[in-house]
């Protein structure tokens, strides 16, 4: 492909092509910060190319695609080819990564021990990861946590955060421009930019950590917490899982082994604030 | 062409040695595009190999072990619905080349069940697989038609829990195609492997995979469809698989899938003009993975649907396809 870049995030390491320089040029200067792996043999292939011949130069529209692919995907306009580009490696994770059970989760770490955080979209799990992440925590990921089948650690996936809607102001307001990504407004989830995660973030993204505490939270109700069975949390993990089913017994047995052994809530909280209390309070109390 | 690389790395897989990183992004892309990553994961197995390869390598033997332990259990399943029925159920492809322990279903990538059953135990077997959970995945009733009236096979069914299609065949080829393989023929000589289960005799498995690739389709996937073939013939004994081929109307594809075999996967063969057009069409891959030379593969395409029905009918059925907005990629 025309442009390309190869990109390294934690365990993964990406070859991204596209048929247009924007994208590409988006994912240099925002991740510049991570190991510099040109010419390393990668891990998947993504593609960002035009639906159709005509659509590289009339009104772009990119099919976002690779090693793995669904046919369906809903095709994106160039102006979102950042998005596009992140939506292209979170499928090849999604529908390829075998090393690690996948949990479509955030997580953040604070000696040595991990918080783990899942919820649907729009839950809130990642602007409180990307909040907790200027706090004293280290941001690990706010996509994708990897449980390690044999140790039962989570490992970092630390890939760019993107904040949705209203979280886009808490968020800048706390971290500043510069290490804000373009303002794409008006996708099919509303409007996003991305922020890069801290340095220190970037620079210890190979190293894991035991999870010691796992957050259903719930953002945009009042504050509540309330405790939640392990047979309902094992469900609602395998739901979260797009690699459970294909990794077997191995994942059946992690998994398990996570759900005995770590604390878990659920949080209703109506500001990041509100939630950052709320996660405080429970770290000191079960962690 | 990465799919010149590939074939390469599949006849020589010493030659991975070699490779750079560009090389092995480029091999690696277009073995995953062509579903031969499994089948390369095993003939790498003893091969020196970069450390960034081998969890790649590793994790394409494991989804193959998986997809030949689920495509098991749904043949099991199948054999179980029909229980009772005193119908022959018998395993084709990916399958059938698993439960009978065959090189070509080592790593191979299994997608569907595909089994051949007699043309007059249909009606019995469609009830059976509907009351065991199957159900229509095609909505449209043009769809449906089509495949009733015209076709080889019933519309796909897909079970309702376990979210795995079912290809029920009663030939092999379109009934609208110019050859007409005995069917009864190949089930009359299916063998039996285990459980209720049959496979098609060595000389037939080569002859189904030959027409279902030379015969009848647009070379999708066709270098995958070549290695089955590749390593089914050493199987089979010369002269009888002729005789047999002959029998099925597919005596030129057979020799013609024997040179292309041979020049792509094993020692060498003398081409004719017709195999390097179909050679360039099954190397059509690049190193992202991608179809290139669009323009042949389009004319494979065309010529897929020139050879399953007469123009008239092509032309009518096209035009419909198209109005619901199929278009071809």
């Given at each position: 492909m025309r442009h390309a870049i190869t990109l390294r995030i934690g365990p993964a390491t990406f070859r991204i092509g596209s048929a247009w320089p924007q994208p590409i040029a988006d994912l240099a200067r925002l991740y510049?910060?991570?190991?510099?792996?040109?010419?390393a043999i990668a891990d998947f292939t993504v593609r960002l190319q035009p639906t159709s011949l005509a659509r590289r130069w009339v009104r772009p529209s990119i099919f976002i695609t690779g090693d793995h692919g669904l046919a369906d995907a809903a095709p994106m306009s160039l102006a979102h080819g950042l998005l596009a580009a992140e939506m292209g490696m979170n499928l090849q994770m999604a529908l390829g990564w075998r090393r690690h059970l996948l949990l479509h989760a955030s997580s953040v770490e604070k000696d040595g021990r991990v918080l783990v955080m899942t919820g649907e979209s729009g839950s809130g799990k990642s602007t409180l990861a990307a909040l907790l992440g200027e706090r004293g925590w280290r941001f690990m990921g706010d996509e994708f946590a990897l449980l390690d089948m044999d140790s039962g650690a989570i490992l970092p996936f630390p890939r760019l955060v993107s904040l949705k809607n209203r979280a886009i102001d808490v968020v800048t307001q706390a971290v500043g421009e510069a290490r804000m990504g373009p303002l794409l407004a008006a996708t099919a989830k509303g409007d996003i930019r991305h922020m890069v995660p801290r340095t220190d973030a970037v620079a210890r993204m190979g190293e894991g950590g035991m999870p010691a505490l796992l957050l259903f939270p719930r953002f945009g109700h009042d504050a509540a917490v309330r405790l939640v069975g392990q047979g309902e949390i094992f469900m609602r993990l395998t739901q979260a899982s797009t690699n459970y089913v294909a990794l077997g017994e191995p994942a059946f047995t992690a998994l398990t082994r996570f759900v005995a052994n770590v604390p878990a809530r659920a949080i209703d909280f109506p500001s990041g604030d509100d939630a950052i209390a709320m996660v405080d309070q429970l770290w000191e109390q079960l962690a | 062409m990465s799919a010149a690389l590939l074939v390469r790395t599949l006849r020589d897989p010493a030659s991975a040695g070699a490779l750079d990183a560009d090389g092995w992004n480029r091999l690696l892309a277009a073995a995953r595009a062509e579903r031969l990553i499994g089948t390369l994961a095993y003939r790498l197995e003893s091969i020196a190999l970069p450390d960034a390869v081998w969890p790649i390598l590793d994790d394409a033997r494991r989804d193959s072990g998986r997809e030949a332990q689920q495509a098991l259990w749904e043949a099991d399943r199948a054999a179980q619905a029909l229980r009772g029925l005193d119908v022959k159920l018998i395993l084709l492809k990916g399958a059938a080349y698993v439960a009978a322990g065959l090189r070509a279903g080592q790593g191979r990538f299994i997608g569907d069940l595909d089994i051949l059953v007699p043309r007059d135990a249909m009606p019995a077997v469609e009830r059976a697989l509907i009351a065991a959970g199957w159900e229509w995945v095609k909505e449209d009733p043009y769809d449906d038609a089509y495949y009733r009236q015209w076709m080889h096979e019933l519309p796909p069914m897909i079970h309702v829990e376990r979210d795995r299609m079912i290809d029920v065949h009663h030939t092999i080829l379109p009934l609208t195609a110019r050859q007409a393989p005995d069917a009864g023929a190949m089930i009359a000589d299916a063998v039996h492997i285990t459980d209720g289960l049959y496979i098609l005799s060595v000389e037939d498995r080569i002859v189904h995979s030959v027409a279902h690739m030379l015969a009848d389709g647009d070379m999708q996937g066709g270098l995958r469809n070549l290695w089955d073939i590749y390593c089914l013939l050493p199987d089979a004994d010369r002269a009888t698989l002729e005789a047999r081929a002959t029998r099925h109307g597919l005596a030129l594809h057979v020799r013609q899938a024997r040179r292309l075999a041979g020049a792509i996967y094993g020692a060498g063969a003398r081409l004719t003009l017709w195999d390097r057009l179909v050679r360039a069409r099954l190397l059509a891959r690049d190193g992202w993975g991608r179809e290139s030379r669009k323009l042949l593969v389009f004319a494979f395409f065309v010529r897929s649907h020139w050879l399953r029905m007469p123009p008239l009918m092509l032309a009518r059925h096209l035009f419909t396809k198209w109005r619901k907005g199929h278009r071809p990629q």
């Open positions: 510049t910060a991570y190991p510099d792996v040109r010419g | -």
